[in-house]
């Protein structure tokens, strides 16, 4: 009876333990039409976290499968008391990633057979631990600018 007890409340610490520290709030894709004749739309992914833990995470990469091909694609992450651009997840509480498809903007990746069309992942590191945090649910939006 004492080992089953053990083993349970062995079990129940390995999970909680691997909980993710990172937890998305909200996913939006807007479709941007820039306000110049010559200029093509593009898709801006605003992408809004929150970390539970106060511990420090580093964003490697951004990888987006549309239309059947993958892009890693320049991102910018700031919190959301602060105006400032981060480089890193520093302590707890929320924060906003925008990612930009758009010309220039990003690379394409050849390894894309097996992707999810409409997958976003967040690659990061804490503790010299890779994760990553896959969205592939939003919202989508149009942004007229002028």
Request: hydrophobic share 40%; aromatic share 8%; net charge positive.
């Given at each position: 009876?004492?080992?089953?007890?053990?083993?349970?409340i062995s079990a129940l610490f390995i999970l909680s333990s691997c909980k993710s520290n990172l937890e998305v709030l909200s996913a939006k894709?807007?479709?941007?039409?820039?306000?110049?004749?010559?200029?093509?739309?593009?898709?801006?992914?605003?992408?809004?976290?929150?970390?539970?833990?106060?511990?420090?995470?580093?964003?490697?990469?951004?990888?987006?499968?549309?239309?059947?091909?993958?892009?890693?694609?320049?991102?910018?992450?700031?919190?959301?008391?602060?105006?400032?651009?981060?480089?890193?997840?520093?302590?707890?509480?929320?924060?906003?990633?925008?990612?930009?498809?758009?010309?220039?903007?990003?690379?394409?990746?050849?390894?894309?057979?097996?992707?999810?069309?409409?997958?976003?992942?967040?690659?990061?590191?804490?503790?010299?631990?890779?994760?990553?945090?896959?969205?592939?649910?939003?919202?989508?939006?149009?942004?007229?600018?002028?």
């Amino acid at each position: 009876m004492i080992k089953k007890i053990l083993i349970l409340i062995s079990a129940l610490f390995i999970l909680s333990s691997c909980k993710s520290n990172l937890e998305v709030l909200s996913a939006k894709k807007k479709i941007v039409y820039p306000g110049l004749a010559n200029q093509k739309p593009y898709t801006k992914f605003v992408i809004e976290i929150k970390a539970k833990n106060p511990v420090i995470a580093k964003i490697d990469s951004i990888v987006l499968v549309e239309n059947n091909k993958c892009y890693k694609v320049d991102f910018l992450l700031s919190s959301k008391t602060s105006a400032t651009f981060l480089k890193e997840v520093s302590k707890s509480g929320n924060y906003s990633i925008e990612a930009l498809l758009k010309e220039g903007k990003y690379k394409e990746l050849n390894n894309c057979s097996n992707a999810e069309n409409g997958k976003l992942t967040i690659f990061y590191k804490i503790n010299n631990e890779n994760k990553k945090l896959e969205v592939d649910s939003f919202t989508t939006e149009k942004e007229f600018k002028r």
